[in-house]
C-alpha cells in the first residue's frame, strides 16, 4: 500500500498526519525528561534516608543484634536499589532521549523539505493550467470572432446594394477572422496535450514520490518509536535481576536473625556476674531495745549491700559519658568518669571491658612492633648502604618505640593484674608481656631483629590520628567517630597479611568509614564489626554524597 496511488488526492490530510507525528515525538521526549526526573528524586530520597538511619559511633552496641544487623544489611540493599534506579535514570536520557531527540530534527527537517517539493510541483502544475484556461479563453473568442465575421460576409454578399469592393472588404475581413481561429485553436490544442502531460506526471511520478519520500519519513518515526520502548523494556529489564539480588538479600538478612542469639546477647552485655542474694535470717525482736536498736542498724547493710551494688554499678555502667575537648582533657571529672580497672562496674561487664582493654593494648604493641621491624630494616639497608642515609639519624626513632612499647608492657601488666583480680587466679599471664619486653630490650642496632617486614603497601594507621581505643565504649569524642560515609564492595577476594588490613572475600557488601587518602587504602567495616584497610582497587565504592564510583 503506497500513499501516492491510495491517498493521491489527500495531501493536506497527510502533511496535517505527518506534522502529528512529530508532535508525538516531542511529546514523548518530554514524558522520558519527566520520568528520569522522577527516578533520580526517587534515588536522591532512597539514598538520604539509607544515610539518615546509618548507625551512627555511639550505637554500634545496639547495632550488634541480629535484628539491628538485619535492619543495616536491608539499609545495604535498599541503596543498592536507589543506585539501580539512577541507573535506568541515565541509561535513559543517554540512549533513548538523546536519540529521539535527534530523530525529531531530522523529521522536521526532512518534513519541509518533502513538503516544499510538493508545494513546488502544485504550483507548476496549476501554472500549466492557467495556461491552458488562457488559451481557452483566447480560442473561444476567437471561435466567436470568425463566426460574426463570417455571418457579416454572408449579409454583405447577399445584399445587392453593396459594391464588389465592399464585399471583398468583408471577405478579407472573414478570412483574417477565421485564420486567428485556427491559430488559436492550435494553441489551445497544444496546451492541452501539454497540461494532460504534465497531469498524468504529476499523478503518477512526481507527486506519488514526494508521497512515499512522507511515508518512509512516518515509518521511520514508528519505528524509532518502536526500538525506544524496546530499548526502555531492555533498560528496566537490566536492572531486575539486581533489584531481585537486593530483594533477595533483604529476605536473607531476614533470615539471620535468630531470637535465641540476641537472648544470650542481651544476657552477656548485661549480666552483672553478682550472686543472688542469700534469704534474710529472721532476727528475734524480743530482746532488749539495745540489741533492737543494733539489729536496725546492721539490718539495712545487709539488705542493701547485693541490691544496691547492683543498682549503683548499672547506674555508673549505664550512664552517659561524654568526653569534651581532645580526649577530654578540658571535660569534667566530678565523678562521671569511669574507673581505670572499671572496679565501677559489676563482675561480668568488669571482664569483658578488661579482656577489650587488653586486645587493644596487644594490637597497639603489635603496630609498634611492626613499626620496629620496619625501622631495624631501614637501619640495615642504611648501613649496608650509606648513600642512601645514615643509620645513626634512626637511633632517636628506635629509642622512642622502646619506650613506648615498655609503656605498654607496663600498661598490659596492669591490666593482666586487674583480670586476674576478677578471675581470682593465681598466676599471671606474662605470655605477651614477656613477648614484647623482648623486643623493647633489643633496641641496639647490633642486636638481630625478627625478620618479619610487612608487605609494601601496607596502610599506615595515619589516617585519623586520634584513633579510638578499642572496648572504649564510652568515649565518644568527635576525634574518635569514624562516621559511615558510604558503602562499597569487593570485586576480588583479599587476603590480609598485615597489621592494619583485613581480608575480605569476592562479591563482600561492607561499610566505608573513610576513603583513600592517596595511599591506595580504603578504611572499611566488615558485617561483622571488623574495621580495617583494604586496597582501594579491589573495591567498587559507592559513597552517600555525590556516588563517586
Not at 184 to 201: L, T
Not at 507 to 513: F, K, T, V, Y
Request: aromatic fraction near 8%.
Amino acid at each position: 500500500m503506497s500513499w501516492g496511488t491510495e491517498l493521491w488526492d489527500r495531501w493536506d490530510e497527510v502533511s496535517v498526519h505527518t506534522q502529528k507525528g512529530i508532535d508525538f515525538c516531542e511529546k514523548y521526549i518530554h514524558f522520558l525528561k519527566e520520568r528520569n526526573a522522577v527516578e533520580l528524586e526517587y534515588a536522591s530520597k532512597l539514598k538520604r534516608l539509607v544515610k539518615n538511619f546509618q548507625p551512627k559511633k555511639k550505637e554500634e552496641d545496639e547495632f550488634s543484634y541480629t535484628w539491628s544487623k538485619a535492619f543495616v544489611d536491608m539499609l545495604k540493599e535498599v541503596f543498592d536499589m536507589a543506585s539501580q534506579h539512577e541507573v535506568v535514570a541515565e541509561n535513559l536520557q543517554a540512549s533513548v532521549s538523546k536519540n529521539l531527540v535527534d530523530l525529531t530534527l531530522e523529521l522536521k527537517t526532512d518534513r519541509k523539505k518533502y513538503l516544499q517539493e510538493g508545494a513546488r510541483l502544485q504550483e507548476n502544475l496549476r501554472q500549466s493550467l492557467q495556461t491552458l484556461e488562457k488559451a481557452k479563453r483566447k480560442y473561444k473568442n476567437a471561435h466567436l470572432e470568425s463566426e460574426k465575421a463570417l455571418d457579416n460576409y454572408r449579409k454583405a454578399d447577399a445584399d445587392i446594394n453593396l459594391s464588389r469592393a465592399e464585399v471583398e472588404k468583408y471577405r478579407i475581413i472573414m478570412n483574417g477572422k477565421v485564420q486567428q481561429n485556427e491559430e488559436c485553436k492550435s494553441d489551445y490544442a497544444n496546451q492541452v496535450q501539454q497540461y494532460n502531460n504534465a497531469q498524468h506526471i504529476f499523478y503518477t511520478q512526481t507527486m506519488p514520490q514526494v508521497f512515499q519520500c512522507l511515508q518512509d519519513m512516518d515509518e521511520k518515526r514508528i519505528n524509532k518509536i518502536q526500538e525506544s520502548v524496546f530499548m526502555c523494556a531492555e533498560i528496566e529489564k537490566n536492572v531486575i535481576p539486581i533489584i531481585n539480588t537486593c530483594i533477595e538479600g533483604i529476605a536473607r538478612a531476614a533470615g539471620n536473625i535468630s531470637p535465641t542469639h540476641d537472648s544470650k546477647s542481651v544476657i552477656e552485655r548485661y549480666k552483672s556476674g553478682f550472686p543472688i542474694p542469700d534469704d534474710l535470717p529472721f532476727e528475734d525482736m524480743s530482746g532488749s531495745g539495745q540489741q533492737m536498736e543494733s539489729n536496725s542498724n546492721t539490718l539495712p547493710s545487709r539488705i542493701t549491700s547485693p541490691s544496691n551494688t547492683v543498682n549503683k554499678s548499672a547506674t555508673l555502667s549505664g550512664k552517659s559519658k561524654k568526653r569534651g575537648g581532645i580526649f577530654g582533657l578540658f571535660g569534667s571529672s566530678k565523678g562521671d568518669e569511669q574507673r581505670e580497672d572499671f572496679s565501677d562496674l559489676p563482675p561480668s561487664q568488669r571482664r569483658r571491658k578488661l579482656q577489650t582493654k587488653i586486645d587493644a593494648i596487644k594490637k597497639e604493641m603489635h603496630k609498634e612492633q611492626q613499626e620496629r621491624e620496619g625501622i631495624m630494616k631501614l637501619k640495615d639497608v642504611y648501613a649496608s648502604n650509606p648513600a642512601l642515609g645514615d643509620p645513626s639519624t634512626l637511633d632517636k626513632k628506635i629509642e622512642e618505640n622502646s619506650q613506648k612499647l615498655d609503656a605498654l608492657r607496663q600498661e598490659l601488666l596492669k591490666y593482666e593484674g586487674y583480670m586476674k583480680e576478677v578471675d581470682g587466679k593465681s598466676n599471671r599471664r606474662h605470655s605477651a608481656s614477656e613477648d614484647s619486653h623482648s623486643l623493647s630490650t633489643s633496641g641496639s642496632g647490633d642486636t638481630p631483629h625478627i625478620q618479619q617486614v610487612s608487605a609494601p603497601g601496607t596502610p599506615q594507621n595515619q589516617h585519623n590520628v586520634y584513633q579510638p581505643i578499642d572496648g572504649d565504649e564510652d568515649g565518644e569524642d568527635d576525634f574518635d567517630n569514624f562516621p559511615v560515609i558510604g558503602r562499597c564492595r569487593a570485586l576480588y577476594a583479599f587476603e590480609a597479611i598485615n597489621e592494619g588490613s583485613v581480608h575480605m572475600y569476592e562479591n563482600e557488601d561492607m561499610q566505608i568509614l573513610e576513603q583513600d587518602q592517596g595511599d591506595g587504602w580504603t578504611r572499611v567495616r566488615k558485617a561483622d564489626g571488623t574495621e580495617g584497610f583494604v586496597p582501594t582497587s579491589y573495591i567498587e565504592c559507592h559513597y552517600y554524597d555525590g556516588d563517586q564510583v
